[in-house]
């Protein structure tokens, strides 16, 4: 049975929020509690505040996906910017998987026929792909913020999440035998 597009696009969006988390969570075991929550500068976030916002925008976004606006009433985003004394690394991945699981929660049982319905965000209409799409983007900025301080803590030491520098040859297959493979 041939699969549809919708579906297609479904699981490769859930396939590529696993793959930046996955990539974040890579990062974040690479670097000591220090520098989980250290910021770089003022302006900037430590690892430890974005964790927190994407798990504010996690909750806001995909509580009740499809019925409810995605900006909730009760969500205090100012807040999630602010470093709390009290955290821990544990308490921070406890709240980081509750965040992924709501969301992946609310992807997971939807299906092609939904894609074109209506959400809103901030009282915006959003095609539920849109919404995906938009959270997609989101989510992948704040991964590339948390693998770059990841990086830049630990230097010398860091331990690459994809092709190394230098090694680009060792992952590429021969001219001779590449070939186009199907999905």
Not at 92 to 118: Q, V
Not at 151 to 158: E, L
Request: glycine letters at 6%; a positive charge.
């Amino acid at each position: 049975m041939e699969q549809s597009l919708g579906m297609h696009y479904l699981q490769d969006a859930i396939r590529q929020f696993r793959r930046l988390k996955s990539q974040a969570e890579k990062a974040i075991a690479q670097v000591s509690d220090q520098d989980l929550f250290t910021a770089i500068d003022q302006e900037s976030n430590s690892i430890a505040v974005i964790m927190k916002h994407i798990n504010g925008n996690q909750r806001s976004r995909w509580t009740d996906f499809l019925t409810s606006d995605g900006e909730k009433p009760d969500r205090n985003r100012d807040s999630e910017f602010e470093a709390a004394g009290d955290e821990t690394r544990e308490s921070l991945l406890k709240r980081w998987e509750g965040g992924w699981n709501c969301m992946f929660n609310a992807l997971e049982p939807l299906r092609a026929e939904d894609l074109m319905r209506t959400v809103t965000i901030r009282g915006k209409a959003h095609s539920v792909v849109e919404a995906i799409n938009r959270q997609l983007t989101h989510y992948g900025e704040h991964t590339g913020q948390i693998v770059f301080l990841a990086k830049h803590f630990r230097a010398r030491q860091w331990k690459s999440l994809s092709i190394p520098r230098g090694k680009s040859a060792e992952f590429n297959p021969s001219p001779v035998t590449r070939k186009i493979t199907s999905l």
